[in-house]
Every structure is written in C-alpha cells, then in structure tokens.
C-alpha cells in the first residue's frame, strides 16, 4: 500500500520519477544532469535520415512534374467547317507562343462502341493540351490533342484525343 507524503503517494512518486528519466521509477537528478544536452543515437539517425531522404523526394517531385509539362497547352484561334455530307478532316488553326499551326484534325476516329463514331472537337477558342511529333515519328501524326493517355504517359490515338496533321507553321 502507498503512503502519502505531502498530498501525493509514493506510487505517485515513481510515475513521476518514471516520467523524468530516473531508474526503477526513482527521480535520479545527478542522471538527468549528465544526460541534458546530448540527443539519443536514434533521434540524430532520424535527422540524418530526414537530410537525406526530404530532398530526394522533392527532386522525384519535380521529375514527376516535369514528365508532365511535354505537353504544351495550345489555343484554337481558327476552325473551318465544310458542308460535305461526310468529311474526313477538318482544317484547324492552333496558336502556342506566338505560333501558327495550320493543321487538319482527324474527324472520323474510332472509338470502343463500333457503332459509333467520334469527331473532331476541337472548336475556337478551347486551350487544349496537346504533344508535338516531330517527323511523324511514333503514331504518324504531327500532333495529338486531349488527356487520354497510355500507360507510359503520353496522350494515344484512342477516343477523345483529337490527332493532327501540321500542313504550315508561321512565326
């Protein structure tokens, strides 16, 4: 059984030591004084750990970031629209850093449902995020416009993402 010294028991005493760092729930003020103003091993490890480890992040941060700024954001400022029954291509103007690209989107594409089928949605005044191919080098076109992209980020010739040919750029 406890007893009470000045309103507090003796259990009282041992939380209280066992808070202030003492031994076996006793308060030893010769430790405590030989211990203030050294840090445990684990907690420097943690610091450096931290050092290391929040400016790699922030560089994977940033890598992620800019693996997303390839695609630029155009503005149609031109489209033209023909009266033909069916038509094929549609001729846009897209502008981008003072850029014109006079270009023909694809206005019949395909897209999961085989009966139906989607068109050119590219209308003035819309800014679009689009990825330049240079040389029509991967999928045979000279832009593709829209979000749907594929598994390793870039926009695809699927769906809703209009795809382009560039017949004139002017500066």
Do not use: W
Not at 5 to 30: H, P, Q, V, W
Not at 141 to 151: V, W
């Amino acid at each position: 059984m406890s007893t009470r010294r000045y309103g507090a028991t003796t259990g009282d005493a041992e939380a209280i030591g066992a808070i202030a760092g003492g031994k076996d729930g006793r308060y030893s003020s010769l430790e405590n004084r030989e211990t203030r103003g050294t840090r445990p091993a684990k907690v420097m490890n943690r610091k450096r750990l931290s050092i290391v480890v929040c400016p790699l992040m922030v560089l994977m941060l940033l890598c992620a970031c800019e693996r997303n700024r390839r695609h630029e954001l155009y503005r149609v400022i031109g489209r033209t629209n023909s009266d033909a029954e069916v038509v094929y291509e549609v001729p846009v103007v897209l502008e981008r850093n003072g850029h014109k690209y006079y270009a023909k989107c694809n206005n019949i594409k395909a897209v999961e449902n085989p009966k139906v089928t989607q068109h050119c949605e590219l209308h003035v005044g819309m800014k679009v995020e689009c990825q330049f191919f240079a040389n029509r080098d991967v999928n045979g076109y000279d832009l593709i416009c829209g979000s749907k992209r594929d598994p390793n980020g870039n926009l695809d010739t699927y769906g809703e993402n209009e795809l382009l040919f560039i017949d004139k750029e002017e500066n």
